[in-house]
């Protein structure tokens, strides 16, 4: 038997070295680390044979994993990108929350759970994770266009509605009686607390880390962002009884606005991700594979819920919206999963007793299911953009892309990308060039793996132009989607074929 004095040291050393394991064989098979995490969590759980770690100890640092990342989504919060798509991300992620929420709830009812823990369970599965949603977008090469954009838009709206069901939760089931008064001081607290931090916080708490920063001791301006994180956190929760996360996003903001923001950032990476880390193994100890066996039903219902049900309703939501076809199938694909802000919030619901460890359970296991499945749905958009054609709602031209300037005249305004174009005209016989991808293009839906141009007509692909934005060197599953500009390599005769499979003439018809 461990001496007690030892188990939070062994908890926390399994801990990291089962995630270090679970991480890195999840990447490997091309799924998010996070997986690995919550799996690492569920083979040190009591629920599994061998190493037992102490969840108690566990859940006490992982209280900081939440701190840490609601701190990082604070400081990296930005009004001026929120205000670019707000037009998609606003309406529709409010109204894909409520749509979703009341599903839940409408299907916890008809399992027979209490109103509470269907509203527990509804707002889960109504928020996706931002983890999940960044890594498929860089893998796909998605992020910075402008359907990424409005991707992480929507999700960080939906990180802001957490902060705020996170600090109404406690006043809404905290096993009280519930009345407008109850809540009405819940609200002024969060509004003190938020006036403070804003108004006085805003200017303090910069020029303090400016005044250590010029000290220019680096552990002690590490230590200053790590107790600012913490002290802040902590100080919300305690005196204006609002939740840890609620001070932790806040203190972000404020320090997000400052001209330290990005030394700062750069201090708290490792502990949020070291912390991040505790935190999903301490999630993944709390499953229970035997409830999941013996709720396969149920885990199957929230599952299909969550990736079919959730991209459905996305897609028919953007269709009021003014979302191209191609944004469209981007967002629904990053919101067919649930991470880290559902198990923050089923969490909670456990902590106020509205919600059972078996409830939460089947919540966690629709969580692995569909974070497991979601690299298979971005892989399937061209596929589904043809199907997408075929309905009249989806196929009007204003579902289109915006139109891209034709590839010889289009502006490569970066320096470096002529610095490429002469170095490449300027070897014998090899020649660049940059061709559209058009909507009669036998290509169009293909991944450049399967285009195989290298094969078929001996180019190569050395970028891809995709709303504005170069990506060099693009991955073998990457599609080629109409309004795409391929940068290719090769001789006259090859780019000439090339073009021919890309751009060919548009036939007239007879």
């Known amino acids: ?274 912390f991040a880390v505790l935190f999903f193994v301490s999630v993944g100890m709390l499953v229970n594979p035997a409830v999941i066996v013996a709720n396969a039903g149920q885990v199957i219902v929230l599952s299909v819920l969550i990736i079919v049900g959730k991209s459905v309703i996305t897609l028919l939501l953007t269709v009021f919206l003014p979302a191209s076809r191609m944004t469209a199938l981007v967002v629904a694909a990053g919101l067919s999963q649930i991470g880290e802000f559902s198990f923050i919030v089923g969490q909670s619901g456990i902590a106020l007793g509205v919600l059972s460890q078996d409830q939460y359970s089947l919540i966690l296991a629709g969580a692995l299911i569909s974070i497991i499945v979601n690299p298979l749905m971005f892989r399937s958009i061209p596929l589904a953009e043809k199907f997408l054609l075929r309905l009249p709602i989806f196929s009007h031209p204003s579902r289109d892309e915006p139109a891209v300037a034709p590839a010889d005249t289009a502006p490569l305004a970066p320096i470096y990308h002529r610095a490429l174009d002469q170095l490449l005209i300027a070897a014998q016989g090899i020649e660049i060039a940059w061709i559209p991808v058009s909507s009669h293009s036998p290509l169009r839906g293909s991944t450049i793996a399967h285009s195989n141009l290298r094969a078929t007509v001996g180019t190569s692909i050395i970028a891809l132009m995709r709303d504005g934005a170069v990506v060099p060197n693009p991955k073998s599953h990457t599609p080629l989607l109409e309004g795409d500009i391929v940068g290719l390599i090769g001789n006259p005769q090859e780019l000439e074929a090339a073009r021919q499979l890309l751009n060919p003439p548009e036939l007239l018809p007879v």
């Open 1 to 274: 038997m461990m001496h007690h004095d030892l188990l939070l040291l062994a908890t926390f050393t399994m801990a990291i070295l089962t995630a270090f394991f679970g991480g890195w064989l999840a990447r490997k098979l091309g799924f998010p680390t996070l997986l690995g995490y919550l799996l690492a969590g569920m083979a040190i759980g009591p629920f599994t044979p061998g190493f037992v770690g102490d969840i108690n100890d566990i859940s006490q640092l992982a209280e900081m994993g939440v701190i840490f990342m609601m701190f990082g989504v604070g400081l990296h919060f930005s009004l001026r990108d929120l205000w670019a798509v707000r037009r998609v991300a606003l309406p529709g992620a409010v109204f894909q929350m409520l749509i979703t929420t009341g599903i839940g709830v409408l299907l916890a009812q008809a399992w027979g759970w209490s109103l509470q823990a269907g509203l527990v369970l509804g707002l889960a599965l109504s928020i996706a994770s931002t983890v999940v949603l960044l890594r498929a977008l860089t893998d796909n090469d998605l992020l910075r266009t402008r359907h990424g954009k409005v991707a992480v838009g929507w999700l960080v709206l939906e990180d802001l509605a957490t902060v705020a069901i996170l600090v109404l939760l406690p006043v809404l089931m905290g096993g009280g009686e519930v009345s407008l008064a109850n809540i009405g001081l819940a609200i002024l607290k969060t509004v003190i607390f938020v006036a403070l931090i804003m108004l006085v916080g805003a200017r303090l708490l910069p020029w303090l880390l400016t005044q250590i920063a010029q000290t220019r001791s680096r552990e002690l301006f590490t230590l200053a962002v790590v107790a600012l994180a913490l002290g802040t956190a902590f100080a919300a929760a305690e005196l204006f009884g609002v939740s840890l996360a609620l001070g932790a996003f806040l203190a972000g903001v404020v320090i997000g606005e400052s001209e330290i923001s990005h030394e700062v950032g750069e201090e708290v990476v490792p502990f949020r991700e070291i």
